[in-house]
């Protein structure tokens, strides 16, 4: 899968060459895009490329780490408890806007879909009630048809970065991956309306993906105070002007777009602990469950407005909803068997889903490459193909005679919701396809989910659910509008559940409704590989908690059999696009190598001194793309048991306080340090926050070439280091649980002569692929060493 991923990145590397060139200017010093993602050669590649939603960028890592250089020690020092209890509370503010604005938006979202999705379905209705089929065929195509293109084409043309779900982007960036323009007000914007079109235009997609997207950029723009070009200056906003505290607020995004997309506020918040992030306590953990509940709110409040008829269509519906608190749960010791059979389907099934969705978008990146309109063709073409299924299909099927016991309103319905739906049927009679097939797709989950209705569903209806949506769910992910998963796996496995159930129903007391939410579970772990998320959500979802036991059940025995086939469907999603993701569990083989031994496999570690001339700076800045540099002292007393001549580490100054310095031209004309006073006139913290700039825009005069500058302030002098000895696997684990963007190797022995800094380690020097490229040894040894045990 490594090589194919990078196979993957490549193609979509020479289409954004060739095809999106005009949309930003390349940086002509690093030329990215000019060179193959991944080198094959003896030194570890660290000038990576990846996906980012449907563009090529380039990637680099995040200071999550406490930057304690004196200015911030100055800073924290001097900081009143006024501004700490200032600091705090505009956390919780801000956790609270998040969930109050991604609320808002989801209700925005949720009407939009449910009168767009119901008129467009009342007309078609309306037509096939006067027998105008073919007429109702081109409206229905017609109209998803306009939809789905004004989805692509703003996803295309205006944000690539909203095309997808979005998950996976939000994984790495929370794992330490810098994802440019993931969350900005552009994306923000087509996300939302690209979301709006895609879902009302019938397509197998859903609104959960997008929603987590949503409340994640919420929470950026929120954090960074606004738009990059209309940011608001307050000195408040600058608490939250760096990697860590923005972080916590996307994280409660996220948390936060799932509660908005099911209702589900517990689920969110274990939905951002178990999948998405990588770094978790205590305190966010309230923020997030703080915002939830804000979100809980809102969408509670828009229902009981919506619930007197003052948002059109929409109702009670639009939010997935399958309320059995009612029903009565029975089952008894032998009904674990059909339990634990469909856990097993659910992850043969969920794995086999996984290796050909990874398949067909290797497939797509082929298509993809050859242009923007390709991509919206691609769009339009899954489109067609969907109207025709949903709107054709159904035609295949016998009309079912209405229950005696059940009203004219009840059955059968010809409005934009309801369980028996008439179609084309006459009166008297319904289509129990057209039921699952012409309508919303939340209404379509609530349609499958229904309990006491064992008699309502054909086992052909049922059989040709299953595999237009087995074949919708995998070709209809991957293409230029944004999408989710959620949705698409829910249909699938609730397709599969009914059947298990129907097969099942005289031998056991489970409902077939409720067969179909232990399919729909057993297929999101068995491809999402969740299990504790996954079953807080549906529990809120069912809200009946006699269904607990047997969803656990199913979900363990899902992710179990999962596990042993394939990767999670966004591990493989995280791999295709490239994006430098560090998994929490290192391979087997980095124990037989050291950190010191990989540091000789990179080109020798670029120093400065403590007081460091302009000219080396400078040049250093235009020859290296390093963004951390070590700091050393020569000349300094050393301490007690150190040889005389050993050099000093002071510490590793960043690649943007370097551009600071000069910048602001903070020069000295002899080598010497400064005092404490000198450094505090010419920066304040919020100046070392900034991370943009390119040595490019800076000027400097030949004169001032032959000045000093004095890193000694603005070096971290409390780096986290290794002992050359360590394993990789050992220091993979620090650096990914600590969320460091540099890690110091430093020298087992110090003695005269002997260099107080071996290496550094970034996050592209611990990927495997990266490791194994320079390294190819180190996996056959190991594989022979197993065969010998």
């Known amino acids: 899968m490594e090589e194919e991923s990078r196979e993957f990145t490549e193609a979509e590397a020479t289409h954004n060459m060739e095809g999106e060139a005009d949309e930003e200017e390349i940086d002509p010093e690093s030329n990215p895009l000019n060179e193959l993602l991944l080198k094959r050669s003896r030194t570890i590649s660290s000038n990576p490329l990846a996906m980012v939603g449907a563009k090529v960028s380039h990637i680099e890592s995040l200071d999550y780490e406490i930057n304690e250089n004196d200015l911030f020690k100055h800073d924290w020092r001097s900081r009143s408890k006024i501004q700490v209890l200032q600091y705090i509370f505009l956390k919780w503010a801000l956790a609270f806007l998040v969930g109050l604005l991604t609320g808002l938006i989801a209700t925005l979202i949720n009407l939009a879909i449910e009168n767009i999705a119901g008129f467009k379905l009342l007309a078609v209705v309306h037509l096939v009630q006067k027998k105008r089929f073919f007429m109702g065929f081109i409206y229905f195509t017609g109209a998803n048809f306009l939809l789905t293109m004004s989805a692509a084409v703003l996803c295309v043309c205006f944000a690539p970065t909203a095309a997808g779900p979005g998950i996976p982007e939000i994984k790495a960036y929370l794992n330490g991956v810098d994802t440019p323009n993931m969350f900005g007000a552009a994306t923000l914007i087509v996300k939302i309306v690209g979301s709006i079109g895609a879902v009302s235009a019938g397509l197998d997609l859903g609104k959960e993906g997008p929603l987590v997207h949503i409340g994640c950029c919420v929470a950026s723009l929120l954090g960074q105070g606004g738009p990059n070009n209309y940011r608001l200056k307050g000195r408040w906003i600058h608490y939250f002007d760096n990697d860590r505290d923005r972080r916590d607020l996307i994280t409660s995004g996220a948390s936060s777009g799932v509660c908005a997309a099911f209702r589900a506020p517990v689920g969110g918040v274990l939905f951002s602990l178990e999948e998405v992030a990588t770094w978790w306590r205590s305190a966010l953990l309230w923020r997030t469950f703080f915002s939830t509940a804000v979100v809980v709110v809102v969408l509670r409040a828009f229902i009981e407005i919506c619930s007197t008829g003052e948002c059109g269509l929409f109702g009670t519906g639009g939010l997935i909803m399958f309320d059995v608190s009612n029903v009565t749960v029975r089952y008894q010791v032998m009904d674990i068997i059909p339990v634990v059979v469909i856990g097993i389907i659910g992850g043969i099934l969920g794995s086999l889903y996984n290796y050909l969705m990874h398949k067909i978008l290797r497939l797509y990146s082929l298509i993809n490459q050859m242009g923007r309109m390709h991509k919206i063709l691609l769009s339009l073409t899954v489109s067609l193909f969907t109207s025709a299924c ?280 002899e080598k010497r340090r400064t005092e404490e006073w000198e450094v505090r006139e010419k920066f304040t913290w919020v100046d070392l926050a900034g991370r943009e700039g390119k040595i490019e825009e800076v000027a400097v005069t030949r004169d001032e070439m032959e000045m000093y500058v004095d890193l000694h302030p603005l070096t971290n002098t409390t780096p986290y280091t290794v002992l050359e000895s360590m394993s990789v696997a050992k220091a993979m684990v620090l650096f990914r649980q600590v969320g460091l963007r540099h890690l110091l190797i430093v020298p087992k022995y110090q003695a005269a002569g002997v260099p107080p800094v071996v290496g550094i380690l970034t996050r592209q020097d611990l990927r495997p692929y990266n490791i194994l490229t320079a390294i190819p040894h180190l996996e056959v040894s190991s594989k022979g060493r197993e065969k010998g045990n």
């Not at 309508?439 to 989950?445: E, L, R, S, Y």
């Not at 054909?458 to 040709?464: A, K, M, Y």
């Not at 529990?539 to 990767?567: C, H, Q, R, W, Y």
């Not at 037989?592 to 001194?609: Q, S």
Request: glycine share 8%.
């Open 390 to 669: 949903q709107y054709g299909l159904p035609f295949l099927v016998e009309c079912r005679p209405c229950d005696p016991t059940l009203s004219a309103t009840e059955c059968p319905t010809n409005g934009r919701s309801g369980n028996f739906k008439q179609f084309n049927c006459p009166n008297g009679y319904y289509n129990d396809l057209a039921t699952l097939l012409l309508t919303t797709n939340d209404d379509a989950v609530r349609n499958i989910f229904s309990t006491n209705t064992s008699t309502e569903y054909q086992i052909p209806s049922l059989l040709i659910f299953f595999a237009l949506y087995c074949i919708l769910g995998l070709f209809t992910f991957g293409i230029a509008v944004p999408s989710g998963l959620f949705l698409p796996i829910i249909l699938i496995g609730s397709g599969y559940g009914r059947l298990l159930g129907i097969a099942m129903g005289s031998y056991t007391d489970i409902d077939q409704g409720l067969f179909a939410v232990l399919g729909a579970a057993s297929l999101m772990a068995g491809s999402m590989r969740m299990t504790v998320s996954l079953c807080v959500i549906f529990l809120e979802l069912t809200n009946n908690l006699l269904l607990l036991p047997i969803t656990m059940i199913v979900l363990l025995i899902a992710k179990t059999v999962g596990d042993s086939f394939n990767p999670s469907i966004y591990e493989i999603i995280l791999d295709l696009k490239g994006l430098p993701f560090l998994d929490a569990h290192p391979e087997p083989w980095m124990r037989n190598i050291t950190v010191g031994e990989l540091a000789d496999a990179k080109p020798p570690v670029v120093t400065l001194h403590g007081v460091e001339k302009v000219a080396r700076i400078v040049d250093v800045l235009r020859n290296t793309t390093h963004n951390g540099f070590p700091v050393v002292d020569d000349g300094e007393v050393p301490p007690v048991g150190l040889a005389t001549g050993a050099t000093e580490l002071h510490g590793i100054v960043l690649r943007a306080h370097l551009l600071q310095a000069l910048k602001k031209k903070w020069f000295l004309r």
